[in-house]
């Protein structure tokens, strides 16, 4: 019989030769140590439900790997705690392993899981979206971030590699991730979990010796975990100032996201996906400026009157300064 301190020792064996598949391929991120691969593990198991392949291509480490170290630590669906009826809307780091849109996969390549959050709805626990937090950021001189591989960014043009990195969890449930590109310009996110809504702010700081103008973000809510929300049509959808929301199957039910100032509100079918994108306000050097954003979940037919319900309460203060 194998011990716990010796099956704990194989397994961060593993975990550490995992690191050199991970580095040839973005996608995977091995974990650091045993306590992170847990806690990797049970996010995959108890809340995303992942396969042991789905879990194998976001570790790097094998399927029979995985396999004893669910085991030995006794993470299996039915080992997940409770969470309490007043808990806040559950928010997790998204693992990456499992590519979180139905279609238009061309256009998000090697999706990067430090911008990704999945936000479970009430109404089923394993339902779930992945808000990408920010999924691109533009300037005056043009990409300056992509959260996947597509179209080419400032940096992919000069063969600049951004290194990848994680959300922090805080004790309250709260994430938060902040990033400095090559030209110092940097930017950071925050996401809220609250009974009723999910609050997030990105912030940008310019640290370069030149204004930015034209700072147009996209801020994507995907879908395809959602049951009763991954028709790719925008005709389940509704597009208006902030707002944008999707309606389920059944009409019984939203998903609601909200950006302000607001640039565009769209949907783009073939994900599915939410965009309600907002601008950043002109940055002078040194400067700092901040969107704020909303995500909810509605039960009933009265969408516009929610919409106008959650305008009243949506505070305008900013929840983060780093």
């Not at 806690?39 to 198991?45: G, K, R």
């Not at 042991?52 to 299996?76: K, Y």
């Not at 979206?129 to 001189?141: K, R, T």
Request: aromatic residues 8%.
């Amino acid at each position: 019989m194998i011990s716990n301190s010796a099956a704990l020792t194989a397994i961060l064996a593993v975990t550490l030769a995992a690191s050199a598949a991970a580095a040839t391929n973005s996608n995977h991120r091995a974990p650091k140590d045993n306590g992170n691969l847990v806690a990797w593990l049970q996010n995959m198991v108890w809340h995303h439900r992942f396969t042991l392949e789905e879990m194998a291509e976001a570790t790097g480490l094998g399927t029979n790997e995985i396999a004893v170290a669910l085991n030995r630590f006794n993470i299996t669906p039915q080992s997940k705690p409770k969470r309490s009826a007043d808990a806040p809307l559950l928010v997790l780091p998204y693992p990456g392993g499992r590519h979180p849109r139905i279609g238009f996969l061309d256009g998000a390549i090697h999706p990067q899981r430090e911008t990704k959050v999945s936000v479970f709805t009430p109404w089923e626990e394993t339902s779930y979206v992945v808000v990408d937090v920010p999924e691109a950021i533009w300037s005056q001189h043009g990409l300056l971030y992509l959260a996947h591989t597509h179209v080419p960014t400032m940096w992919t043009k000069q063969n600049v590699q951004l290194p990848p990195l994680e959300w922090q969890q805080r004790n309250d449930g709260s994430l938060n991730a902040e990033r400095e590109l090559p030209n110092k310009v940097s930017f950071g996110a925050q996401v809220v979990p609250g009974r009723e809504a999910v609050r997030l702010e990105l912030w940008l700081k310019n640290g370069s010796a030149e204004a930015l103008r034209d700072l147009r973000v996209q801020m994507c809510v995907m879908l395809k975990g959602a049951m009763g929300f991954t028709e790719q049509t925008n005709a389940n959808k509704v597009f208006t100032n902030s707002f944008a929301a999707c309606r389920s199957t059944d009409g019984q039910r939203w998903i609601i996201t909200a950006w302000e100032p607001i640039h565009r509100a769209w949907g783009n079918p073939p994900v599915p996906c939410l965009h309600a994108d907002p601008k950043f306000p002109d940055c002078a050097p040194g400067e700092m400026q901040r969107v704020r954003g909303w995500l909810s979940f509605y039960e009933g037919r009265e969408i516009h009157a929610e919409l106008e319900r959650i305008r009243r309460v949506w505070a305008p203060q900013p929840i983060h300064t780093p």
